[in-house]
């Protein structure tokens, strides 16, 4: 008799007016409740009836009312909904199409229909699907007003759920990557470009890749001299002589911005034609290419004779990392050995690489090595093994020649045009540069707030990190620093301790690479460039950028579980360091294999009063004593491997056993 009682829904209207409210984020548990989490850091407790009215991530209004001797928020207002366009797999209820979001907090199922043009009979349970949420209960729509609930729209099937090719199409339809290579195109035609091209195509330029790799982009030639200084050749594939300006080619592979490297598979930014082929600087096979020649010093310094031109070559090595390693490392390759003149070559390179190395570990800055991990696929997708790729000599080789062509490319395209595609790192967060002194000056670092704030300074930081015996401080500091960015203006980078930087080394697989490639053609050639970067570039790339990583990061996690999935039972133990500590836990990367596991705290001890993780200090104490900080290595076990949300749950094989007192306390307690 009370229902739709005008004067008691004015009541309820003042009395809810009469309450605090307060805006924060939804944070969901998978116990039914969650958490009002506000700006300033509080935290207001939301029962389950509440929780049927909002989803995980959403930003809310809440009224705040003492419910039971206990303050509540009961959200009323939305702000921002969390979920919109998502990934989710069909669930059927009494025949009825629902969608479970594929999310670690979204676990209830979402009333659904097809959109028009998606036949209903096609879903089956489990399959993978994208979909909209266009009704919200606490949203503005008509739909949401009537029915007081959750609705979503189908747009559209992704796979079955058996498929297993799944983490690869889910994944690229989550981040609206593309799953196919460019369409080809009949044929191919070099443009008119005005460039004279040098013919360097007798000169023993080599390449080094590794095994399988088909889009060679990068030549080198190099001459060693008698005062041991060195002059190198760089020569850098040449895709934007095919592709013009704007044109529909052109225009797909800004839109792609990179080749997309996922684990057992990449889709190419280029067409395979122009990428493993055309471009690609096979061995013996004529190419055009853009070419910076410069002399280094026998202290790895680069001098001011950079000059860059369009040239053919023919490179005549197609030589890979181990074997060059092997070669170098331990004075033969068993599967092969090289004529004088490659041999020569890799002897002047090599020559070179130590040089440059010598003088960036000294003036700027050299990261330590960390491997590579690699997944080993069988024919039908499933994980047969991970192998761990530790970067050798020739690695650091090649890696030697692209940075010194990219600080060349950085210094010309500064000096003639003040703009380009640039790399580049402002060190400390002005804002963070207070506290991370505060760490600096308890560990008795030599430096002043003021030495910080230059790239001199900074440089000198991040070598004095490197010598540490241990990576805590590093570890610590790092969440203090900016990321690396890009952007059209020329500017330091404070992590690669260089002036200026600038890639172009890879344009078959970067379209920033190609931007640069075309001022580098203005350079040579002394005409007007045919593309600038504009404002927006920067944004464009760290977007296409991030988008890949986390990509790529997903398809391992879903492989990482698949393979894992028996290690629980066989009580596996691995190597883990641990990179980052929040109030909940420890997370850890484990070494033998590269995959993230997250150590909760209630694995570590039983008792959570004696145990404390503090993600300020990157430490955890237990019993007041600490036992555990950022960059420690300890052995583990997995403890739980959830397929559902590809997450590894792992606990320490140490254990830390109640104190005595406490142990003597508890016994009497048990024997009274």
Same mark, same amino acid.
């Given at each position: 008799?009370?229902?739709?009682?005008?004067?008691?829904?004015?009541?309820?209207?003042?009395?809810?007016?009469?309450?605090?409210?307060?805006?924060?984020?939804?944070?969901?548990?998978?116990?039914?409740?969650?958490?009002?989490?506000?700006?300033?850091?509080?935290?207001?407790?939301?029962?389950?009836?509440?929780?049927?009215?909002?989803?995980?991530?959403?930003?809310?209004?809440?009224?705040?009312?003492?419910?039971?001797?206990?303050?509540?928020?009961?959200? $009323?207002?939305?702000?921002?909904?969390?979920?919109?366009?998502?990934?989710?797999?069909?669930?059927?209820?009494?025949?009825?199409?629902?969608?479970?979001?594929?999310?670690? $907090?979204?676990?209830?199922?979402?009333?659904?229909?097809?959109?028009?043009?998606?036949?209903?009979?096609?879903?089956?349970?489990?399959?993978?699907?994208?979909?909209?949420?266009?009704?919200?209960?606490?949203?503005?729509?008509?739909?949401?007003?009537?029915?007081?609930?959750?609705?979503?729209?189908?747009?559209?099937?992704? !796979?079955?759920?058996?498929?297993?090719?799944?983490?690869?199409?889910?994944?690229?339809?989550? =981040?609206?990557?593309?799953?196919?290579?460019?369409?080809?195109?009949?044929?191919?035609?070099?443009?008119?470009?005005?460039?004279?091209?040098?013919?360097?195509?007798?000169?023993?330029?080599?390449?080094?890749?590794?095994?399988?790799?088909?889009?060679?982009?990068?030549?080198?030639?190099?001459?060693?001299?008698?005062?041991?200084?060195?002059?190198?050749? %760089?020569?850098?594939?040449?895709?934007?002589?095919?592709?013009?300006?704007?044109?529909?080619?052109?225009?797909?592979?800004?839109?792609?911005?990179?080749?997309?490297?996922?684990?057992?598979?990449?889709? /190419?930014?280029?067409?395979?034609?122009?990428?493993?082929?055309?471009?690609?600087?096979?061995?013996?096979?004529?190419?055009?290419?853009?070419?910076?020649?410069?002399?280094?010093?026998?202290?790895?310094?680069?001098?001011?004779?950079?000059?860059?031109?369009?040239?053919?070559?023919?490179?005549?090595?197609?030589?890979?990392?181990?074997?060059?390693?092997?070669?170098?490392?331990?004075?033969?390759?068993?599967?092969?050995?090289?004529?004088?003149?490659?041999?020569?070559?890799?002897?002047?390179? =090599?020559?070179?690489?130590?040089?440059?190395?010598?003088?960036?570990?000294?003036?700027?800055?050299?990261?330590?090595?960390?491997?590579?991990?690699?997944?080993?696929?069988?024919?039908?997708?499933?994980?047969?093994?991970?192998?761990?790729?530790?970067?050798?000599?020739?690695?650091?080789?090649?890696?030697?020649?692209?940075?010194?062509?990219?600080?060349?490319?950085?210094?010309?395209?500064?000096?003639?045009?003040? !703009?380009?595609?640039?790399?580049?790192?402002?060190?400390?967060?002005?804002?963070?540069?207070?506290?991370?002194?505060?760490?600096?000056?308890?560990?008795?670092?030599?430096?002043?707030?003021?030495?910080?704030?230059?790239?001199?300074?900074?440089?000198?930081?991040?070598?004095?990190?490197?010598?540490?015996?241990?990576?805590?401080?590093?570890?610590?500091?790092?969440?203090?620093?900016?990321?690396?960015?890009?952007?059209?203006?020329?500017?330091?980078?404070?992590?690669?301790?260089?002036?200026?930087?600038?890639?172009?080394?890879?344009?078959?697989?970067?379209?920033?690479?190609?931007?640069?490639?075309?001022?580098?053609?203005?350079? %040579?050639?002394?005409?007007?460039? !045919?593309?600038?970067?504009?404002?927006?570039?920067?944004?464009? %790339?760290?977007?296409?950028?991030?988008?890949?990583?986390?990509?790529?990061?997903?398809?391992?996690?879903?492989?990482?579980?698949?393979?894992?999935?028996?290690?629980?039972?066989?009580?596996?133990?691995?190597?883990?360091?641990?990179?980052?500590?929040?109030?909940?836990?420890?997370?850890?990367?484990?070494?033998?294999?590269?995959?993230?596991?997250?150590?909760?705290?209630?694995?570590?001890?039983?008792?959570?009063?004696?145990?404390?993780?503090?993600?300020?200090?990157?430490?955890?104490?237990?019993?007041?004593?600490?036992?555990? $900080?950022?960059?420690?290595?300890?052995?583990?076990?997995?403890?739980?491997?959830?397929?559902?949300?590809?997450?590894?749950?792992?606990?320490? %094989?140490?254990?830390? /056993?109640?104190?005595?007192?406490?142990?003597?306390?508890?016994?009497?307690?048990?024997?009274?």
């Amino acid at each position: 008799m009370f229902q739709d009682n005008p004067l008691l829904a004015q009541l309820k209207k003042q009395i809810q007016e009469t309450l605090p409210k307060k805006e924060g984020n939804v944070k969901a548990t998978d116990r039914g409740f969650g958490f009002l989490e506000t700006d300033n850091k509080e935290s207001f407790f939301i029962p389950p009836i509440y929780m049927k009215n909002v989803m995980h991530g959403d930003r809310v209004i809440a009224v705040i009312r003492t419910e039971k001797e206990r303050e509540v928020a009961e959200p $009323q207002e939305l702000v921002e909904q969390n979920l919109t366009r998502f990934i989710g797999r069909v669930k059927l209820i009494r025949d009825r199409l629902h969608v479970v979001p594929d999310h670690p $907090q979204l676990n209830d199922a979402i009333k659904a229909r097809p959109v028009k043009g998606l036949n209903p009979e096609s879903l089956k349970e489990s399959d993978w699907v994208v979909a909209n949420l266009n009704s919200h209960p606490l949203g503005n729509d008509k739909l949401s007003n009537k029915n007081k609930t959750f609705f979503c729209d189908i747009k559209e099937k992704i !796979t079955d759920s058996n498929d297993k090719i799944a983490p690869w199409w889910v994944t690229l339809a989550r =981040h609206e990557l593309p799953n196919t290579e460019p369409a080809p195109q009949e044929s191919w035609s070099m443009l008119e470009e005005g460039l004279e091209r040098q013919d360097l195509t007798e000169l023993p330029f080599i390449t080094i890749d590794g095994e399988s790799t088909k889009d060679m982009d990068d030549a080198l030639y190099t001459v060693k001299k008698d005062d041991g200084s060195f002059e190198i050749t %760089i020569a850098i594939a040449d895709p934007t002589s095919y592709i013009a300006v704007g044109d529909k080619m052109d225009d797909e592979a800004r839109q792609r911005g990179f080749t997309i490297y996922l684990p057992g598979r990449n889709i /190419p930014m280029l067409p395979r034609e122009l990428s493993d082929e055309l471009c690609s600087l096979i061995e013996n096979e004529k190419r055009p290419v853009i070419c910076c020649r410069v002399s280094i010093d026998k202290d790895g310094v680069i001098q001011d004779d950079i000059a860059f031109f369009a040239a053919w070559i023919r490179s005549q090595a197609r030589l890979a990392y181990d074997n060059v390693s092997d070669l170098i490392e331990n004075g033969q390759c068993d599967n092969w050995i090289p004529n004088d003149v490659i041999a020569a070559q890799i002897d002047a390179l =090599h020559g070179f690489a130590n040089a440059r190395s010598e003088w960036r570990t000294n003036t700027a800055v050299v990261f330590p090595d960390r491997p590579d991990y690699r997944f080993e696929l069988s024919e039908d997708n499933d994980v047969v093994a991970i192998h761990t790729d530790l970067r050798r000599t020739a690695n650091r080789m090649i890696e030697e020649a692209m940075i010194t062509a990219n600080i060349c490319a950085g210094r010309v395209l500064k000096e003639k045009f003040g !703009t380009g595609v640039f790399n580049y790192h402002n060190g400390f967060h002005p804002e963070k540069l207070d506290t991370a002194m505060n760490f600096l000056t308890e560990a008795e670092a030599p430096f002043e707030k003021e030495q910080l704030t230059t790239l001199e300074g900074f440089s000198a930081l991040r070598r004095w990190l490197n010598d540490l015996d241990s990576t805590y401080l590093d570890n610590r500091l790092r969440k203090f620093q900016a990321y690396s960015e890009v952007g059209n203006q020329p500017s330091p980078h404070y992590a690669m301790g260089l002036d200026v930087y600038a890639t172009w080394t890879s344009p078959i697989r970067k379209y920033g690479d190609m931007i640069n490639h075309r001022l580098l053609k203005a350079v %040579i050639s002394g005409y007007e460039p !045919t593309q600038k970067p504009d404002d927006t570039v920067g944004e464009e %790339i760290a977007n296409h950028r991030r988008s890949h990583r986390m990509a790529e990061r997903d398809v391992a996690d879903w492989l990482y579980v698949r393979l894992l999935k028996n290690s629980v039972k066989d009580e596996t133990i691995f190597n883990a360091e641990i990179f980052d500590i929040n109030r909940a836990g420890i997370r850890i990367r484990l070494l033998e294999i590269g995959a993230s596991a997250f150590i909760p705290a209630s694995l570590i001890v039983d008792n959570k009063q004696r145990i404390v993780c503090n993600s300020e200090l990157g430490t955890v104490t237990i019993d007041t004593v600490k036992e555990y $900080q950022l960059g420690d290595t300890l052995e583990v076990k997995l403890a739980e491997v959830r397929a559902a949300t590809r997450q590894l749950v792992a606990k320490p %094989i140490q254990q830390f /056993p109640a104190p005595a007192e406490a142990a003597e306390k508890s016994t009497e307690q048990e024997n009274a």
